[in-house]
């Protein structure tokens, strides 16, 4: 085994989604990333994982605008883009969810699928009196669960605080992959979850996949990366130890990349 | 036994729910669940039994001349727990309200009687000082972070000795006013009762605040910042400009209410009001609101303001001395807090 960059079977010709090259990023004398590069290709599921302060967060930090890369290229569909806040990333298509979940619990599915980008009524009522399209939102909501193939929540009038923790996932990550966006970033997305959850929010995952959503996930838990991941970008030490496929690997071989005891 | 035995017979598409919400069906959670979704049930069921009751003990007490009587004297404390209730729901309190309100009408009344300015110059006056305190307000807390209730209660202080310096401790009376600094007193007949105009423009505040926080971006902001500041954040609001606001808003609704007051009491005093804090905040626990914020409405607040006005004149009413009044909105504020945690339970 030696490719340390592999590519899905039959993507040579495709372009990346997402590229980041030699990404380095220091925080005083401490070396968070020392020259990471990653694809992500359409339609996959890239895994990323590393055991603690082998540089994940600081990865998906700067993929997604919170972190600002000392040095190293960024590119979104073979574009340099430079992201300075979350938002910027946000403008670019490429949607987090963290792991603290960010969504309103007492607001409802809806509202939170929208949150801080809420719709107006046409006409006046919308121009002068600034007055939402409840109507049209919750219509809009129920269309973009549809289409995500999200079947857990039914309803989207129920309050957040109201779902499990599995639904609750299910709205974060629904609004990370609505309207429009490239890429979902998903940081630890079942660390909170019992069994029956997680399967749910695996299954989501593939979903998304198959509707030609790539995804980025970041996660601990080796058999919830093996059950889904297309390919698995191991960081160790600020560095990207290698980048395998479940086919590839087995488990232990992860755990051994990623704990220095064996070489990719 | 399985879980779906204890749910019911369960069609294939309800079964998943039913098992999702098993430990909520019997009864007393669901009239949980529902005060839960809609947190003005309850306070408008004790309005309803507290009229009931007080009708009941004494024939005066729902004549219309009482029931107009009581809506003039919640006035004034109904328009601040507008402010109240905009501060609460971004899980903020302020203490300052009634003093922002005596300054506001001390400025008003100065201005248009010992400066001799037009009474519409007073009134904007009056208005951009209410603003002035809500920007001091909100300033304190985005930029220096600190607790609404330090911040409050340090300019409640600072109010109410500026009010003293600017007025020296001299009242103002109604009848060297212009007449629009006392047109919130004056009353219109409706019928039978007389309805005052101070009444008409508060519930005019309540309809235009429970548009704003109810149909539009910005009042959906207000709730999730309250909610949770950090997932509002991470959702692309600015939380510290949306704080701002509430904290402004705050001050031009509390400008009303010194508006409202001059024309209740036909006078400015530097000393009025100085239980009017506790009680917009009574007003609005009792209506449902959270203190912990993002939950509750103005309109359990215009309850809440009435629940308090009808204890009062009822059991005075009553025959009972003005200490069980005080007696008696203790324990509503505690009822509702403890109501309130219950209902929070929820969350499971």
Request: aromatic share 4%; with cysteine.
């Amino acid at each position: 085994m030696t490719a340390t960059h592999l590519e899905p079977a039959g993507t040579q010709v495709r372009q990346p989604i997402l590229q980041a090259r030699n990404l380095v990023k220091t925080f005083g004398r401490v070396v968070g990333l020392d020259g990471v590069s990653l694809d992500l290709y359409p339609g996959e599921v890239l895994a990323i994982i590393g055991d603690n302060g082998a540089g994940k967060s600081t990865l998906i930090k700067c993929l997604t605008g919170a972190e600002i890369p000392d040095t190293g290229e960024l590119m979104v569909s073979g574009q340099p883009v430079h992201f300075k806040r979350p938002q910027d990333a946000r403008a670019h298509g490429i949607e987090t969810v963290y792991q603290n979940l960010a969504v309103s619990p007492a607001l409802d599915v809806a509202s939170n699928l929208f949150l801080g980008r809420e719709e107006r009524r046409a006409g006046l009522l919308g121009s002068v009196f600034r007055m939402l399209d409840t109507k049209g939102m919750r219509t809009k909501a129920k269309q973009e669960l549809t289409r995500l193939g999200i079947s857990t929540l039914q309803d989207v009038t129920v309050p957040v605080e109201n779902l499990s923790g599995g639904q609750r996932q299910a709205v974060a990550v629904a609004r990370a992959a609505a309207f429009g966006s490239k890429v979902v970033v998903l940081d630890e997305p079942t660390a909170a979850l019992g069994v029956r959850e997680s399967n749910q929010v695996l299954q989501l995952v593939r979903d998304l996949r198959d509707r030609g959503l790539p995804v980025i996930l970041i996660s601990h838990n080796m058999p919830h990366v093996f059950d889904v991941a297309d390919r698995i970008h191991i960081q160790r030490l600020g560095k990207c130890a290698a980048t395998i496929t479940p086919q590839s690997h087995t488990m232990t071989d992860a755990v051994a990349i990623m704990t220095g005891a064996a070489t990719a | 036994m399985t879980q779906q035995q204890i749910a019911g017979p369960p069609s294939a598409e309800s079964a998943d729910l039913a098992e999702e919400f098993l430990d909520r069906q019997t009864p007393l959670s669901r009239i949980r669940n529902i005060l839960h979704r809609y947190p003005a049930v309850s306070p408008a069921l004790v309005l309803l039994i507290s009229v009931v009751v007080f009708g009941l003990l004494n024939d005066r007490f729902l004549r219309v001349e009482n029931l107009s009587l009581i809506t003039q004297q919640v006035s004034v404390v109904g328009t601040l727990a507008i402010a109240q209730t905009l501060i609460i729901l971004t899980a903020g309190i302020d203490l300052s309200v009634g003093a922002v309100m005596i300054l506001s009408s001390m400025v008003m009344a100065q201005l248009a009687v010992n400066s001799g300015l037009p009474a519409p110059i007073a009134l904007l006056a009056g208005l951009v000082v209410g603003l002035a305190a809500g920007a001091l307000n909100g300033f304190l807390v985005t930029r220096f972070r600190l607790p609404p209730f330090i911040v409050t209660l340090g300019t409640l202080n600072i109010f109410i000795a500026l009010t003293l310096l600017y007025s020296n401790g001299a009242t103002v009376r109604g009848s060297a006013m212009p007449d629009l600094l006392t047109w919130t007193g004056t009353t219109f007949p409706v019928g039978p009762v007389r309805i005052s105009t101070g009444v008409v423009v508060m519930l005019l505040l309540y309809i235009a605040i429970a548009f704003i926080l109810g149909k539009t971006a910005w009042g959906r902001h207000v709730y999730a910042v309250g909610d949770d500041k950090e997932a509002a954040r991470l959702a692309g609001i600015a939380v510290n400009k949306v704080l701002m606001s509430v904290y402004l808003a705050a001050g031009a609704v509390l400008a009303v209410g010194a508006w409202i007051q001059i024309g209740r009491t036909n006078a400015a005093s530097p000393n009025a009001g100085v239980d009017l804090n506790l009680d917009s905040i009574t007003a609005v626990v009792i209506g449902g609101t959270s203190l912990f914020g993002g939950r509750g409405s103005v309109w359990g607040t215009l309850l809440g303001a009435l629940i308090v006005g009808v204890f009062r004149n009822g059991l005075s009413l009553a025959g009972l001395d003005v200490l069980y009044q005080t007696l008696a909105v203790g324990v509503l504020i505690i009822l509702a807090v403890s109501i309130d945690q219950w209902i929070r339970k929820v969350k499971s």
